[in-house]
Antibody, heavy 116, light 108 residues
Framework: DVQLVESGGGLIQIGESLRLSCAVSGFNVNNKYTSWVRQAPGKGLEWVSSIYSGDSRYYADSVKGRFTISRDNSKNMLYLQMTNLRAEDTAVYFC??????????WGRGTLVTVSS | EIVLTQSPGTLSLSPGETATLSCRASQSVSSSYLAWYQQKPGQAPRLLIYGASSRATGIPDRFSGSGSGTDFTLTISRLEPEDFAVYFCQQYLTSLWTFGQGTTVETK
């Protein structure tokens, strides 16, 4: 059974940093696409970042240069390091992944609130 | 970046009716790289359709997807009470994944 569980969200000040974690079970993060997708309050889905086999990493323009996606194959974990956070980064962050480039499996999300 | 535009924004229907949702892409996606998701309040999205027309595991056959190029459709036949939700299309042709803004299917 596939399970993704996010953690690390919380209330943070503008300009600060935060690291989100996603514990994955049921598939290996080292050879599948795994991603972060966010949803601002009352808004739609926004793809944030993805990582694939090797060191292929992809970022939305809105977070490029501020966010870094990574994984720990030994722990089967996915991470999102977020720096220089802005008010517009406030959202529920979902970890998602699967056997292809679409998102078969999703976590329940973790809320990040960036406040002044 | 491929922009996906969904219409209508809101669809008001009764149980038993058929919902037809549209997703239009700003450039060709080809039929292999378009997915649909369902999201209910407070829940994570759920994959319904991938490759424009293939149902994901466990998805009832009242959900069907069609289309190619720039125009795609999600059809929900015989709406059940649990189908009232928000639906998003997504393209995964490029490594800048994008979603449509969503269509809400609400009870009339």
């Amino acid at each position: 059974d596939v399970q993704l569980v996010e953690s690390g969200g919380g209330l943070i000040q503008i300009g600060e940093s935060l690291r989100l974690s996603c514990a994955v079970s049921g598939f290996n993060v080292n050879n599948k696409y795994t991603s972060w997708v966010r949803q601002a309050p009352g808004k739609g889905l926004e793809w944030v970042s993805s990582i694939y086999s090797g060191d292929s990493r992809y970022y939305a323009d809105s977070v490029k240069g501020r966010f870094t996606i990574s994984r720990d194959n030994s722990k089967n974990m996915l991470y999102l390091q977020m720096t220089n956070l802005r008010a517009e980064d406030t959202a529920v962050y979902f970890c998602a992944g699967g056997h292809s480039r679409f998102f078969s499996f999703w976590g329940r999300g973790t809320l990040v609130t960036v406040s002044s | 970046e491929i922009v996906l535009t969904q219409s209508p924004g809101t669809l008001s229907l009764s149980p038993g009716e058929t919902a037809t949702l549209s997703c239009r892409a700003s450039q060709s996606v080809s039929s292999s790289y378009l997915a649909w998701y369902q999201q209910k309040p407070g829940q994570a999205p759920r994959l319904l359709i991938y490759g424009a027309s293939s149902r994901a595991t466990g998805i009832p056959d009242r959900f069907s997807g069609s289309g190619s190029g720039t125009d795609f459709t999600l059809t929900i036949s015989r709406l059940e009470p649990e189908d009232f939700a928000v639906y998003f299309c997504q393209q995964y042709l490029t490594s800048l994944w994008t979603f449509g803004q969503g269509t809400t299917v609400e009870t009339k």
